[in-house]
């Protein structure tokens, strides 16, 4: 869809912003530029829509040089999100949305019948159809932000740090609801940030750019997280990407215990069953199947178990659908060191050791030195 050819960005003054960048955008993906404050990232994304024009080089857009069509019949064809959304303050949410259908000559019904439906997909209840920005969080805001770039169906999306100045809690949330619009709608989508957690999390490919817009590696995450290019990626990556890459490795793999769980009103000789070196906390669970917390096994008394007496379980995971990550995770914050896995009822399914999620990471590791991107 998009392809940076030997483009370069020079600024009166010397400054050297993008220097000989080439980079080939895959359609219908996200692409995500990373990178140290300086890089460029943020001006090579704005040379796509012609924010800023290009010193040298070609961008072309589904084959086309962006230079032969006009600026304003380029932007009009692609969404683009900022940070703080950058929403209209005398606008209400609605007519926000509408901005670009109505700026290509849509009827006011129409444009906002289109935005009633984007208000919906992007999670905003309709009762705020008809508030004003101010009155909206600022993860409300931003989710205006996205509806309103979708509003003319672009095929191509632009964001720039969208989700940067709001807290961790919403920002997951956004990154979960932008993953799921992509699921449906399959935009191209070149997305900045200077996160490389969230550039691991969302990005289709990852191109990491060193200061003076020069780009160091370009590669999908789980290989950039196997594979870095040279000490400047690793060093960018940090310390613990030897974790985060266990992301790409699906918790299915993993041998779960049932033996170690009892119901709350688990019989004598079914707690007496669980008395053994192997295992030395059992799981107790309610009559649904949920979990309600750890405990010794010859703590517990047959059918009036103190539940308030319970370690606590921590975090379950879901095995078909989290990550080694999160099973780890989960081991890592229980009392026990087991962690307890889950159906998408919340029912469990069965325990796992720290070490045996020891041995299935050594097993991928090993198996695949890069995979497919799982959830978690």
């Not at 796509?48 to 069509?69: A, Y």
């Amino acid at each position: 869809m998009i392809r940076i050819d030997s483009v370069t960005k020079r600024y009166p003054d010397g400054t050297m912003a993008v220097d000989r960048l080439s980079l080939e955008i895959p359609d219908r993906s996200i692409t995500v530029l990373v990178g140290p404050s300086g890089c460029g990232k943020t001006t090579t994304l704005r040379m796509i829509n012609r924010m800023v024009e290009p010193s040298e080089g070609t961008i072309l857009l589904d084959g086309v040089d962006i230079q032969k069509q006009p600026v304003t019949t380029l932007r009009r064809s692609m969404g683009y999100v900022i940070q703080n959304a950058g929403l209209f303050q005398h606008r209400t949410i609605i007519d926000n949305i509408a901005t670009v259908p109505r700026l290509l000559g849509w009827s006011k019904d129409r444009a906002r019948r289109r935005a009633a439906e984007l208000m919906e997909r992007v999670g905003l209840d309709s009762a705020l159809a008809r508030r004003y920005p101010y009155q909206l969080s600022g993860g409300q805001q931003q989710r205006v932000g996205v509806a309103r770039a979708l509003a003319a169906d672009p095929p191509v999306l632009l964001m720039d740090e969208p989700f940067s100045a709001v807290d961790p809690v919403v920002r997951k949330g956004l990154q979960d609801e932008l993953l799921r619009l992509q699921a449906e709608l399959g935009k191209t989508i070149v997305f900045v940030t200077h996160d490389i957690d969230e550039a691991i999390k969302l990005g289709t490919m990852v191109a990491v750019m060193r200061t003076g817009g020069h780009l160091a590696q370009f590669a999908p995450p789980a290989e950039l997280l196997s594979a870095p290019a040279d000490s400047f990626v690793e060093d960018f990556l940090g310390t613990d990407r030897g974790i985060r890459r266990l992301s790409f490795f699906p918790a299915a793999r993993l041998e779960l215990q049932t033996a170690p769980v009892v119901a709350v009103d688990a019989s004598a000789e079914q707690i007496a069953a669980r008395r053994t070196a192997d295992v030395p906390h059992v799981l107790v669970t309610d009559l649904d199947g949920r979990p309600l917390g750890w405990s010794r096994p010859q703590d517990l008394t047959a059918g009036t178990i103190a539940t308030e007496r319970l370690l606590p379980y921590g975090r379950p995971f879901v095995p078909d659908t989290d990550s080694l990550r999160a099973a780890l995770d989960c081991a890592v914050l229980s009392p026990t060191g087991w962690a307890v896995g889950v159906d998408g009822t919340g029912r469990v399914v069965g325990v796992v050791s720290q070490q045996v999620i020891g041995e299935a990471i050594r097993s991928a590791h090993a198996a695949a030195p890069t995979a497919a991107k799982v959830a978690g």
